[in-house]
T-cell receptor, first 115, second 115 residues
Framework: AQTVTQSQPEMSVQEAETVTLSCTYDTSESNYYLFWYKQPPSRQMILVIRQEAYKQQNATENRFSVNFQKAAKSFSLKISDSQLGDTAMYFCAFMKSYSNYQLIWGAGTKLIIKP | DTGVSQNPRHKITKRGQNVTFRCDPI?????LYWYRQTLGQGPEFLTY????????KSRLLSDRFSAERPKGSFSTLEIQRTEQGDSAMYLC?????????????FGPGTRLTVT
């Protein structure tokens, strides 16, 4: 069975700083997807970034980038030039390819951006 | 396209009562998922539909839970004889069956409180 671990329950940084959220996972699969989702307070889950395991190049979406280390089973999220609107719960999630496509989630990291 | 919608947004019920939640997915999405999220945790997979067929149910989904997706459009999740342990946020998500990394789009959730 797959598991996803987020070891940082809460983090806080000043606005405009860079912050890195950690995620590790355990799987015996070779084909899978990894995701970071953002859940702002009282708002719905939004996809931040996605990584296909077969791609060696790290995914990037504007201020958000990942450091995907397949051998180490690590998938960290870096947020550059953090903004107040980045304040949210961030969840790392795993999806096995060619399956029922269910997401397996970490417990989340609460990120607070301070003005 | 207005995204995934869920109704009601909040439900308070007494233990032993039955409740039903509705999810309207994005219109062209043929996959629909239900997750449950308790406070401070990541979501847990409950069940998944492809069109009108329910293809997988988690062991978390006891006999008191039933989900339907008639005609492959909206879905309902019913909980019979509610228990206090059922108190949680119930999330619905939808996706296409291929492409875009199988990105799941989430609704705002239904928060259930069982008293």
């Amino acid at each position: 069975a797959q598991t996803v671990t987020q070891s940082q329950p809460e983090m806080s940084v000043q606005e405009a700083e860079t912050v890195t959220l950690s995620c590790t996972y355990d799987t015996s699969e070779s084909n899978y997807y990894l995701f970071w989702y953002k859940q702002p307070p009282s708002r719905q889950m939004i996809l931040v970034i996605r990584q296909e395991a077969y791609k060696q190049q790290n995914a990037t979406e504007n201020r958000f980038s990942v450091n995907f280390q397949k051998a180490a089973k690590s998938f960290s999220l870096k947020i550059s030039d953090s903004q107040l609107g980045d304040t949210a719960m961030y969840f790392c999630a795993f999806m096995k390819s060619y399956s029922n496509y269910q997401l397996i989630w970490g417990a989340g990291t609460k990120l607070i951006i301070k003005p | 396209d207005t995204g995934v919608s869920q109704n009601p947004r909040h439900k308070i019920t007494k233990r032993g009562q039955n409740v039903t939640f509705r999810c309207d997915p994005i219109s062209e999405h043929n996959r629909l998922y239900w997750y449950r999220q308790t406070l401070g945790q990541g979501p847990e997979f409950l069940t998944y539909f492809q069109n009108e067929a329910q293809l997988e149910k988690s062991r978390l989904l006891s006999d008191r839970f039933s989900a339907e997706r008639p005609k492959g459009s909206f879905s309902t999740l019913e909980i019979q004889r509610t228990e206090q342990g059922d108190s949680a946020m119930y999330l619905c998500a939808s996706s296409l069956s291929a492409g875009a990394g199988y990105e799941q789009y989430f609704g705002p959730g239904t928060r259930l409180t069982v008293t």
